[in-house]
């Protein structure tokens, strides 16, 4: 099992920044193909925001989100960031850091095993 922890989010004004982390321990003997965060608003589906893999070469992003945000792995290989610039009231959400070891679709959430708690980012206006 590979549990999976997100920090930094919080409250931030309009046109401000965060930068979110996620941390991976348990089974991280096992390779984490591809890392990846999700967003999900309330009442509203959840949306992926965008990926990297696991030598953090390869990124894909939401083309609405592309521009603003930023993905990157840690140098401890199971750790992903990803900076969120230029944020507006809209982009409130609680925000979800997901892992896989299948090296499958970046963006569906059904191709993730693993999943953290989220961690809110609310922007004020």
Not at 75 to 82: G, K, L, R, W
């Amino acid at each position: 099992q590979v549990t999976l922890v997100e920090s930094g989010g919080g409250l931030v004004q309009a046109g401000g920044s965060l930068r979110l982390s996620c941390a991976a321990s348990g089974r991280t003997d096992r390779l984490l193909t591809k890392m990846g965060w999700f967003r999900q608003a309330p009442g509203k589906e959840r949306e992926f925001v965008a990926a990297v893999s696991s030598t953090g070469l390869n990124t894909q992003y939401s083309d609405s989100l592309k521009g603003r945000f930023t993905i990157s792995r840690g140098s401890a290989t199971n750790t992903v960031y990803v900076q969120l610039n230029s944020l507006k009231p809209e982009d409130t959400a609680v925000y979800y850091c997901a892992a896989s070891a299948n090296g499958r679709s970046y963006s569906q959430t059904r191709f993730y095993d693993y999943w953290g708690q989220g961690t809110q980012v609310t922007v004020s206006s």
